[in-house]
């Protein structure tokens, strides 16, 4: 279960107020309150809950006051419990954090951007889900939003103890309460940022970042303007021009520690930024200082974007920049070697400076066109480079060829070293490699070492890439954990199977969920998160967690798709996915399901097997504003149904479902799941595997 604190369930100032509580037994086996621990709980702060407490007292004269809740905004959407007066510990504790795509009313009045009354309870069950049920009951309620200026920062919710029409005199009464508390609950957001919790989580996500990024929030004189920055959070590769590295910058203050930038072009884009919320470069600018009685001047360009209350500032040194620029085209001379890059998806090439001068090409003639290399190269050593590219492209092996080129000035022999990323359907989109000159001459002495140097850089790429596929194996292991056998559930049996690709670097996004939900139903759900490795079986463990906590919320399956592809959304930089998500009641055998751009369930019954007819609903992640319908299917008696992922039927690109799979299935509908399921085998060897098979139990 969520986090219950060991003390009282009431704080010491509200226990004479709070409802009575009968204590909640909590099944310990139950899968989605087990996952629901995982949501953040927000301590309390004494000012936040005298704030609560005031407005309580100055409600109470209004109507008959229960509780107030007073939650802060975050930058993601999502609401966080800031203080609280008369409302048990235990129910702070589950509603500590509130994701954006929970349907309750306290989301729903920053969406809105006006209050929600609601003096009937039970038209509010029938609406949203509500807060403090089913351990508290409160018969009226209301959700208001807190402004500064003409921007909501958060909501305060209004219980009552007894029925409240909230008339039109009672509402002016309460929005002026409301409004009156607002300016106090600013100040201790400002004064106290960790109170709203999403400066631990921003430095959380700085303390992964490679790149030298810092969080500021504004510091305001006693008239609202913005007087400074202040450092509150720091990734570890940040480095300021002191010398101070990382957390040991949270603290600092703009013009404190750097006065040499309060006259230049910095501040003021800042506090632009700030305001209007568009992105902005600077740079370069020049930072002079003295250190140890030597005058410094350092370059920098910073790039500056509002993120919450305050500014991720990030920045790179110029002068580093140039130093690693001449370093490697002077490692690229001495090595007679060079880079390139081809775009598959747009048809463009990049070579490096040094790469042009061993094709002894001009800038203005460019590289030479990946369809056109055949006309360089020798005809005798043509086989060797189509292998190569085949190998490349097709095998997906890194290519690593020597061959004879005919040049204005000679004939020139060349190794080439190319890697190739592929997208989600096997298709090559991206290869990029190095091109040195091994003929014999002056520097060929040089060439060997170099080559050795890069042979070994790929070797190490390849280990790394076994530790990822190695962590990635475990992460399954444990969010995928595989039953020993069948799951029994009221009126179902489900068996699982899930098959890792054999490519080390393929190891990816394919997931699996058996959710409990009440009346003795089941969720069931298979998805896949595009891509591969540590970064996609991340963001599968979030998708999975999150469903599970939206189970509870809501048991219209097209809904928790909406929810899931939002989230998704939500991150501009994430991978897609795709997902089905069944809701099987044992008491009409009906199983209603919904889907995200993922190949339909197979029912398995009369000795044949078939697709069931996908209702609408494009990937996850493709258009935040995308709705999914839910269609119902009837499973007769004696049937199976598989749900599964795409690497069952897809090979290199192809997605349709082949016939081979379906005659492999056909005449399962009386076998056990697990044999049913013994009868798989993966068409794309390369692709990870998740099936589940269903086996209804009639009563």
Known sequence: ARDRPAAQDTPAGDRAAAPRVPPQPVAADSAATVRLAALARLPFHREMDEVAAELRRDLATVTAIGAVGLFSLQPDGSLRMAGAAGMPRSVTAEWAHIPAQLNTPIVDAVRRGRPRWLPDHAEARRRYVLLGEPAVVWPSRAALPLRHGDRIVGVAVVLCEEVCDFDPRTRRAVTRCVAEAAPRFVRLLRGRPEHSGWIADSQAILDLLTDATVLMVPVRAGDGRV???????ASPAAVDVAGRRGRDMVGLRTLRAYPALAEGELPAAMREVLTNGHPREVGPLTYDEVHEGIAVQTAYSVALRRFGEGLLVTWVRRDEERRYAQLLARLQRLGRLGWAEWDLTTDT??????LLAIFERDAAQGPIMLEDIHRVVLPADLPVVERGVADLLERRQPLDATFRVRLPGGIRSLRAIFEADFDARGRPRRAYGVVQDVS?????GTGRPMLDDIERALGERRRALRTEHRLVAVLHQILLALPAGPVQRPGLEVGVVYRPAQ??????????DVVPLPDDATLLAVGDVAGHGLVTAAVMAKLRHALAVLAVTSPDPGTLVTSLNRMVCADPTGPVGTVVVARYEPATARLTWAQAG???????????ARALPRPVGMLLGADPDARYAATATDLPADCRLLLYTDGLIERYGRRDLPATVLAALAGADREPVDALLARLRPANVDDDTCALALRPVRR
């Open 227 to 233: 007087v400074d920055f202040e450092v509150v959070a």
């Open 349 to 354: 090439v990049s070579w490096s400076d040094q």
């Open 440 to 444: 014999a001459g002056p520097a060929a």
């Open 503 to 512: 490519d080390v670097a393929r190891a990816g996004g394919d997931w699996y």
């Open 598 to 608: 993922h190949p339909p369930p197979i029912l398995v019954s009369g000795g044949k």
